[in-house]
């Protein structure tokens, strides 16, 4: 049986998932109430069988790094690890990693030592749930040096991502990031025949993206980083390894959603609370697993929900309502408040009466949402403090602005940042 080590990407600045990002790195946020981003790869690898991961970081990766720690503990006789492994100065490298080629890069001495023979590189904000083994077999009975993770879009999902022209046999022979121009996604469209007749509903999809899910022979990668200059997978090393390299395609046809924006987690987030939502977190023997926590169970007294996820250890008061909305762990919400598509993330520890005196006499709100205020479209970071008649619904239908100090607005979405304190009866 081959040996796989898993590397999981774990992002950059994360950018467009700002202000999210601004003190944690993509993979660590919050998901689904009790999760992190990073559970869902770690989760995949390990009901897939392979328990041998690195998590390469870079920014903001102190969540991250105690997130793995508290939760990833395996039996030292049956082996296996998580380990994070942070971008560090050495005396070949004094820079950051400059692209996700130059990361795995870096990290070459980790993976050939203990002679694997398969390296799979997954992305650390991404939501879905794959067996690896099956991208695994298609790998070796194709006798591929690398294979890429494909999954049927339409064009224009196309033009945001990496997208493949392959074969009959599966074979790539041509790869093209972001096409934009006419021309370029002509050449790389697949025939919607050819989708159907390995069993896929094309559904107007004519293009197949990369999932950026990749499994190499060890040798081949470390070849071909040790040899070349290209810093990135899907711009630079893909386009050059084609040429000279059998790159094989695995067709994928389940949920997939790549968690680059916020307005794609707002959306990824609030689907979960659908009747069939597209991706359940307590599928079968296939969970996603997370941080243990030793918290009490939500107390709700008098309250109306609806089409809602609600974590442990929430206090929800009477006559609140709450619509298709995710409420996170030791979520505090007052009286008489109405929430609605929106994501609550909660809170890192509970307030003593100590904390709660200390805030009387500052005139600052508890931590979580006090009474009779309504939020509709928004995410409500960790630890932030909601006053008492507070309106957040961007009724002016902004799409997206900096100009206040205590919120921001990507894609209609109202975002309140971690730590963030408003007052009684603000409106937003």
Known sequence: MSRVICLILGGGRGTRLYPLTKSRSKPAVP????YRLIDIPISNCIHSGL?????????????????????????????GMVEVLAAQQTMQHETWYQGTADAV????????????????ILSGDQLYRMDFQDMIRTHLENKAEVTIAALPVAEEEAKSCGIMRIDTSGRV???????????KLERIRTSPDWLERL?????????????????????????????GDATDFGKELFPQAIESHRVQSHLFDGYWEDIGTVGA???????????????????????IFTRPR??????????????????????????????????????????????????????DSYEQTRHLEDNARANRPGV??????????????????IGRGVRIRNEAGVIDSDAAPHYVIRDKIVVIPKYTILQDRLVI
């Open 265 to 287: 987690f707002h959306k990824a987030n609030i689907d979960l609370t659908s009747d069939n939502p597209p991706f359940d977190f307590t599928y079968g023997d296939h969970p």
């Open 294 to 347: 030793y918290l009490p169970c939500s107390r709700l007294s008098g309250v109306t929900i609806n089409n809602s996820l609600i974590s442990d250890g929430c206090v929800i008061g009477r006559g609140s309502v709450i619509e298709n909305s995710v409420i996170g762990v030791r979520a505090q919400i007052a009286e008489n408040v109405t929430i609605r598509n929106t994501y609550i993330m909660g809170a």
């Open 51 to 79: 328990n041998e991961i690195f998590v390469l970081t870079q920014f903001n990766s102190v969540s991250l790094h105690r997130h793995i720690a508290n939760t990833y503990k395996f039996d030292p006789f049956g082996g």
């Open 199 to 227: 069993g896929i509903q094309s559904q107007g999809r004519s293009y197949l993206a990369s999932m950026g899910i990749y499994l190499f022979n060890r040798a081949t990668l470390v070849q071909m980083l040790a040899t």
């Open 31 to 34: 998901i689904a109430g009790k």
């Open 105 to 120: 890069r870096r990290n070459i001495p980790y993976f050939t030592e203990n002679r694997y023979d398969l390296v799979l």
């Open 173 to 183: 022979t041509d790869f093209e990031e972001k096409p934009k121009t006419a021309e």
């Open 368 to 385: 979580g949402v006090g009474a009779d205020s309504i939020i509709e479209n928004a995410i409500i970071d960790k630890n932030a403090r």
